[in-house]
């Protein structure tokens, strides 16, 4: 039997939407690979930070962006970080490293760095790829087969939040997320948008299942090409 041509979907969207845990599941359940793109922003990072980059200096930042080597596991069943070798999966979700992604993310030379990483990893992708972030579907790969933008309103994102981050409270989970969203929309280059072209799906008042059944949806409408 003839296997089905390679399916590039891109899934965007603000903080605690519900982009990695749909885009791993969806990619698991079609034999898709999954690239979680917010992780090699937080890589690279977590290598400023550790290499004594003043993250407040975006002309430091800008020089530093060439140097370390990031390398994504794409399996979405156990996606892997590493930067110069050294598995970052665990210190690139600290709170240290959460505050100051979005500053270095907003670097040009730094997005340029990991945009060509995106889109040499997504053009590798014998079966397809689900990629998620910010700018995927408006500047990574404008031209993906399918295009999600998944919302919830700030509550909902806060409530999933605080019951992954044992100990923290919603009001406080709640404007740290405003914070970063607003930061991320407002950098000048490839800020997180909408593209024209993408299906916005709400979730807050979905459930995680539902809406993986949603997006499995439409990447099989798209693959019958209906
Ligand atoms: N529809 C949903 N209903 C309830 N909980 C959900 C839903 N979608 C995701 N979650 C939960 O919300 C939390 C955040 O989800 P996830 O990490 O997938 O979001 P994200 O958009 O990738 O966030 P970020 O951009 O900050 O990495 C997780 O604990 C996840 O299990
Ligand atoms: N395409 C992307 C993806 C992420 N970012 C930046 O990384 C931060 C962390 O993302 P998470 O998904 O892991 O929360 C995010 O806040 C952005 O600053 C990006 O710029 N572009």
């Known amino acids: 039997m003839e296997s089905p041509t390679p399916v590039i979907v891109a899934i965007d969207g603000p903080s605690g939407t519900g982009k990695s845990s749909t885009s ?10 999954y690239l979680d793109t917010g992780a090699q922003y937080r890589a690279i ?30 399996d979405p069943q156990g996606p892997t970080i590493t930067v110069d070798g050294v598995d970052v999966a665990g210190p690139i979700r600290t709170q240290e490293v959460t505050s100051k992604v979005s500053a ?24 397809g790829i689900v990629v998620e972030g ?34 923290s ?33 709400d979730t807050t008042e979905l459930t995680l299942a539902q809406v993986i059944e949603c997006v499995v949806t439409l990447v099989e409408e798209k693959r019958a090409g209906k």
């Open 24 to 33: 791993k599941a969806v990619a698991t359940q079609l034999g898709l690979s």
């Open 45 to 74: 990072t977590w290598w400023m930070v550790s290499n004594g980059i003043d993250i407040d200096d975006p002309a430091e930042i800008a020089a530093a962006a060439g140097k370390p080597e990031i390398v994504s596991g794409t």
């Open 104 to 127: 270095v993310s907003a670097v040009s030379e730094v997005r340029a760095r990991i945009t060509e990483l995106q889109r040499s990893i997504a053009a590798s992708a014998e079966q």
């Open 134 to 167: 910010r700018d995927i579907g408006t500047t990574v790969l404008p031209d993906a087969d399918l295009k999600i933008f998944l919302t919830a309103s700030p509550e909902a994102r806060a409530a999933r939040r605080s019951g992954e981050l044992k100990g």
């Open 169 to 201: 409270d919603v009001h406080s989970t709640r404007e740290a997320l405003i914070k970063r969203d607003a930061a991320d929309s407002s950098r000048k280059t490839s800020p997180l948008a909408k593209a024209g072209d993408a299906v916005e799906v």
